[in-house]
C-alpha cells in the first residue's frame, strides 16, 4: 500500500519535472527570441510565457475548457525563473546548446502527451486528439515567430510538427492495446524526441513547395 | 413525401458541393501564399487549413461553440485535396484564375451565409449577425496574411470585405419578408458573389486613408 | 433616496463616458497606425475596433463568457466616431496629442479596472486578476501591432504594461481594506494614469535585454 502510494507519488514528480523542464526549455527560447529584436525584461517575459503556454492556450479554447496555466501559477514562476537564467547566464548559453535541445525535444513529446490525452478524455474523434497534441506541442514556436514579425520557422524548415503529429498518431493507435497510460505516454514521448533528433542529426526536410512558373 | 425527401437530399448536397469548393478554393489561395515564401509541404497544408477553417473557427470561438472543423474531417481532406492539385498542377493554376475567382466569391458568399445564420440562431443582434457572417468569410485571408508576414491583404485594398458586410445586411433584413432560409441564402450568395466581380472588374476600391501631414 | 439613485445614475454615467473617451483614445491609435500603412477606410476601422476592444475579447475568451462587445453596439460607433474624426479632423491631431495621451493613460487604467473586476467577480486567484487586467488594458496595442506588421511596441518601450500590472496590484490588495468598489477603481485608474506620466515625462524604460554575445 505504502509502496503503491510512493509509487503514484514517484510518477506524478516525474510527470511534472518533466513538465518543468520542457516549459523551461519553451520559455527559454522565447527569450532568446526576445534578445534578438532587442525587447526589454518585460517583453522578454511574455514572449517566454507565450511560447511556453501559448499552444496548451489555443487548445484549450478551441476544447471550450479554461486555460490550464489559470488554474496554476507554476508556469509565470518557470517562465520568470527562464528569464533570469538568460539575465545572468546568457553568456554560457551557447554551452548548453545540447541540454536545452533534449530538453526542447522532451517537452514536445510530453506536450504531445498532454494536449492528445485532453482531447481523447473529451471524447473526440481521433484525428482531433492527433491535431490537438500537435497543436499544443508547436503552436507557442508559431505565436513567437508572429511576434517576431518572422514568418513561423516551422512552416519553412519543418524538423518540428511532423514527429509530433507521428508521436499522436503512436498515442491514438497504441490506445487500441492493452497498455496504461504512463507506458503509452513514455513510448509517444520517446518516438517524439527520437524522431526530432534523427531529423535533426541528417538535417530531414519536407519537400519545399515549388512556385508556380519553376518546372 | 419521396419527392419531398429527394429535394432535401438534393439542397443538402448542393450546399455541400458549395462548402466543398470554397473551402477548396480558400485553401489554395493559402497554398499558393506559401509556395510564395517557399514554406514546405507541411507548412503549406497548415497556410491552406487556416485561410480555409480560420474565419469560421473565431466565429465559433466568439460564439462559445466548438468550432465546426472539430466535428468532421472534411475540410481537412479538402485542405489535402487542394495541396495536391497545387503540386501536381501548380503549372496550369494560371488558366485556372478565372475558375478559382468564381469559386472564392461564391464561397465567401456561402460562408456569410453559414457564418450570418448561426450567430443568428443563437439569438444575436442584426448588427452581430452580420460581423459574424463577415468575420466568417474574411478572417481566414487575414491569418494567412499574418502568418506569410504581410499586413493583410483586405486592409489595402479592399474587394473583399464590403460585399460581405452588404450581403450581411441583406440576409438579415430578408428575414422580415416572408421568404424561406434557402431563398434568402441564394440571394445573399448571389449578392456577395455580384458586388465582388463588379468590384474586381471595375477596380473599385475604399478610399485611403490620408496621413496626417498631406492635405 | 432620490439621492442616492442620482448617485448611482452619476456614477454609471461617469463610468461610461470615461469608457467613451478611453475606447475612443484606443481606436483612434489603431486609426493613426493604419493610416502609416496607406489602409482604406475600411481597414483603418478594422484597426481602430480591434485595437480598442482586442485586449477585452481576449480576455472574455479566456474566462469564457461572451464578448462583451457582442453585447453593446457602443464600441462600433465609438470606433466608427473615431474614423470619422480622423478623416476630417486629421490635420489638427498633432494639436490634441496632449488630450490623446490623457485619455488613453486614463483609458488604459479604467481597462485594468475592468478585466481585474471581471476576473475577480468569477473567482479567480489573485495573479490571475492582475493578469486579466493587464491583458484588457494592453492587449489590443499588441494585436493592433501585429496586424500593422512591427513587433510589438510594448515589447521594447516599455511604459504601458508596467503601469497596468502595478494598478492591477494595488486593485487586489485594496480589496482587503474596508473601500468600496468605485473607491478602489478611482485609487487603481489613478495610480495607473501617475505611473504612465511618470514613465513618460522621464524616459523610464525597463533594462533591455542583453544579446548572447555581448557583455
Redo the contacts between chains.
Sequence with gaps: MIDYIFDIIRQIRFVEIIEFIGTFAFAISG??G???????????F??GFVTAVGGG?FRD??L?V??FW?MN?IY?WCTLSSLLF??FL??H??HLNRFFFWSDSIGLGLFVVVGAEKAMILG??S??IVTMGTITAVLGG?IRD???????L?????IY??PCIVGGIFFVTLQFFNLNLPLISAITIGIVTFLRYVAVKWDL????????KS?
Excluded: H
Excluded at 534578445?35 to 517583453?43: E, I, L, R, S
Excluded at 508572429?146 to 513561423?152: Q, R
Excluded at 516551422?154 to 519543418?158: D, S
Excluded at 526536410?205 to 508556380?212: N, R, T, Y
Design positions: 527569450v532568446r526576445a534578445a534578438t529584436k532587442k525587447c526589454d525584461w518585460f517583453g522578454a511574455v514572449l492556450t479554447l478551441l471550450g479554461t486555460p489559470m501559477s509565470v538568460y539575465i546568457r553568456e548559453l551557447n473526440y474523434d484525428w482531433v508559431v508572429i511576434l517576431l514579425n518572422k514568418v513561423p516551422i512552416f519553412k524548415r519543418e510538427a511532423s526536410q519536407i519537400p519545399k513547395l515549388k512556385s508556380e518546372n
